[in-house]
Every structure is written in structure tokens, then in C-alpha cells.
């Protein structure tokens, strides 16, 4: 792949933003807004606690956490578009009437909160588009609070041998096409098949959270290993 720069792949993202969940839904037969359910369970998430989603889009995992922490406490969403935060927006007024958010455009790299301030950190989809992923990582572990937890859904890839080849042939070939006719946008569908394929693979990604500090991380893989969710726990002091 190409290099593509933090720029160039906002651009992609702003240009698809107004269909970025109607073509998610269809190009996974609306299997992501089940496996966005299952990362929010895995986050255990009280009423009151402090959540962070980065690389947070549309808000679709948002609409989860602010019905897990209750409607007198404020999820916060950080994105580098603002177009995908201006969909967003406007789709949480709808579905959040009673809740409160912030969503705040800016970077995974230099997040603007103080250490040890959130109990969980999530982000959907978002990390492979990050071009220094173990930054991106050391900022998570940062602001989140000791004994927080971290989620991470993303697209992998499956490991039985036949479906990995009907993965391929679709995720090559079939998902560029329909997502550019959708869009109008052949660059940002060969950009996502791309950036996928790329991407570190699920043993690659927990054991990078393992070196950033996070404790008991793991891997659950989804639908046959074509997603997974990665999570991790800050260390508590001693003093805690």
C-alpha cells in the first residue's frame, strides 16, 4: 500500500461520512452492530462512569455508553473528521434526547485530558487508521484511571483456511466495488481493504497492548475471526 498520510485518510473519511453507516450495514450484512454490542458488554460499564471513544466516527458505540452510564453522566467522542462528527451529532440528538455527550474533534495521539481520568476507554474500528499505533496506545493507557479498562473492536482476519479465502475474494475484490458505487468513492473502499491488510494481526495487537503496560489483555475473535475485540486493564498502584 502506498504511504498515505493523517490528511489524506481524514479526507477519505470526510468524503464518505453522510453513508460511512448505511454502507457498514450492508457490506456486513448488519453484523456490526452486533459485534459493537458485544464490545460494550465486555467493557462492563457502570452507571457514572467516565467513558472515552476515540476515533468515535458517527457515534455508533457512543449510543451505547450513554445508555450504560445513565443519563447524568457525559460520554465523551473524539474523531479527527468533523464531518463524521457533524453526522454524528446530528443522529445522537435524535436517539439521545435525555443523555448527555461531548464529542470533540481531535487527535488519538495527543488526547486533551489528564492521566488517570476515565474508566473506560473504546474505539471501533478506528486504530488501524492511526499511523503511530503504539502512541496511540501509550495515550490510552495515560488517561485511563488504574484498574480502567481499554476495548478495541477492529476487522480481522479469519483463520480456517477456506474461509479465509471466501474472505479475500470479498474483502478484496467485492467490498472495494459496492463501496465506491455506493459512494461515489473508489479510493476510500480500497483505503479500508488496505489499511486492513496491513493491519497487525490478533496476536500482534495483544501482545502490543501487553508492552504498553496493559494487564490480562486478551483477544475475543468474532464471526468466524473476520473481527475481534481486544481488551486490556491498567495496573492498579499498590496504593490502591
Not at 55 to 62: E, L, N, R, V
Not at 78 to 98: C, T, W
Not at 117 to 144: H, Q, W
Not at 195 to 201: A, D, G, K, L, Q
Amino acid at each position: 500500500m502506498a504511504e498515505i498520510n493523517v490528511t489524506d485518510v481524514e479526507k477519505i473519511f470526510s468524503v464518505i461520512a453522510k453513508r460511512y453507516d448505511m454502507l457498514n450495514s450492508i457490506l456486513t450484512l448488519n453484523i456490526d452492530r452486533l459485534w459493537r454490542r458485544k464490545a460494550i458488554k465486555i467493557c462492563s460499564i457502570k452507571e457514572g462512569h467516565q467513558v472515552l471513544d476515540l476515533c468515535c466516527g458517527t457515534g455508533q458505540m457512543i449510543n451505547y455508553e450513554c445508555k450504560a452510564v445513565g443519563k447524568n453522566t457525559t460520554v465523551i467522542g473524539i474523531d479527527f473528521s468533523q464531518e463524521m462528527l457533524n453526522v454524528g451529532a446530528k443522529r445522537l440528538n435524535q436517539s439521545l434526547k435525555d443523555y448527555k455527550y461531548e464529542l470533540i474533534k481531535g487527535s488519538i495521539l495527543e488526547l486533551p485530558f489528564e492521566e488517570n481520568t476515565f474508566d473506560c476507554i473504546t474505539i471501533a474500528f478506528g486504530l488501524r487508521n492511526i499511523p503511530d499505533k503504539n502512541k496511540a496506545l501509550s495515550e490510552m493507557y495515560r488517561v485511563l484511571k488504574p484498574g480502567g479498562k481499554v476495548v478495541c473492536l477492529e476487522l480481522s482476519k479469519p483463520n480456517i483456511p477456506i474461509l479465509k479465502n471466501i474472505y479475500d475474494l470479498y474483502f478484496n475484490h467485492v467490498l472495494p466495488a459496492v463501496g465506491s458505487i455506493g459512494t461515489g468513492d473508489k479510493k476510500a473502499y480500497y483505503y479500508l481493504r488496505d489499511s486492513v491488510n496491513n493491519f497487525m494481526n490478533k496476536k500482534q495487537l495483544k501482545e502490543a497492548l501487553g508492552k504498553i503496560g496493559f494487564k490480562n489483555s486478551e483477544y475475543e475473535s468474532l464471526t468466524f475471526g473476520i473481527a475481534s475485540i481486544h481488551y486490556g486493564t491498567k495496573q492498579k498502584s499498590n496504593n490502591i
